[in-house]
């Protein structure tokens, strides 16, 4: 296996992971006025999130590190000819996490309110930024026949917005699961009583926006080489919604939630796969597309990056894991970080 071939690879795990792991911190942010309604379920839903935060949101600095170093020419195409989703989404993912370190630290409780207002609208805006970017990346942006991007309004279709929309259920559902599964009381009554239907909702959307983009044209032969795939995976990911509604009916809100991240995590590997070598294609279908092995660095780099930072990634991923598996109960809860 060759180098690009390799870190291309490694940058679609990432990002696929970030969206499973962050994905819930919008989740849990934008439902946050609806499974906690008091100041004081507020502070324990985000007291159960907070373990998570800041690890979750790393995966995003991991995977744009990664791709900026090993991928640069896929990096410019990606984050700016989807310029606005992706600004929509790391604007939303920079307010929550700053909100949720915020709230709690002014004794006002109007003022603790505002901050929750704006964790949820954060949380939405993240879940549709990434929604929108990867329905836009699925399509075509703005790139000429030498791979330089010219501008970023081909992103802005109706069917991307339709994406955006979808991901901001499925990650509501995401974080909804969550809720129910490090809470206990209320608020994870009444974030169980919600996983189901806003999964259905999310899967729903996330149909008609395939359904819309096949027949529109924004997923045509030249967007996506292999759209047997993203329909497969698609439906792969519905299925998932919909064991994460059973296991959520069965008292399992764990399983639900693994099964909500799978979901989540489906939607990038869907993009990328059916896309793959070329994941950032001319919406011009008159242009030749670059493939993702002439937009990656240098050999010498991609060897020095591969044994020095590869087994430093090793090291984040088992750490990751082992934070995860700590706080893993409702009883763990307890230990969370007292900045929320």
Known sequence: MS??????????????????LAGANYGVGSTLLVTARTDRERRTVLGGLGP??????????????????????????????AAPFALTALS???????????RSRHPDLAVRRRWDVAICVAGIAAA??????LTAVAGGLDIDGEGHVTGSGASLSP????????????????GAAFTAARTTGESAARAARITG?????????????????????HFDGDALRRPWIAVFLMAAAGVALFAAHRRMS????????????????????AVFAAKYPYLVTPSDSGTAATAVQDLAADSTSLALITWTAGPVLLLV???QIRMWWLFRTTEERAAAPAFH
């Open 3 to 20: 180098y690009p071939t390799l870190w291309t690879i490694g940058f679609i795990a990432l990002f696929t992971g970030y969206l499973m």
């Open 52 to 81: 998570f935060l800041l690890g979750n949101e790393a995966w995003l600095l991991v995977s744009v590190g990664i791709l900026v170093g090993t991928l640069p020419g896929l990096k410019t195409q990606l984050l700016v000819g």
């Open 92 to 102: 939303g993912a920079l307010v929550l996490t700053s909100a949720v370190m915020l």
């Open 128 to 133: 549709f930024g990434w929604g929108g970017f």
């Open 159 to 174: 069917v991307s917005l339709l994406g955006g929309l979808a991901a901001v259920a499925l990650f509501a559902a995401h």
């Open 197 to 217: 239907p806003l999964g259905a909702a999310g899967g729903a959307l996330a149909a008609v926006t395939v359904l819309a983009g096949l027949a529109g044209g």
């Open 250 to 269: 069965g008292g399992s809100p764990w399983q639900s939630f693994a099964a909500t991240a799978t979901a989540v995590g489906l939607l990038p590997v």
């Open 317 to 319: 991923i088992a750490v």
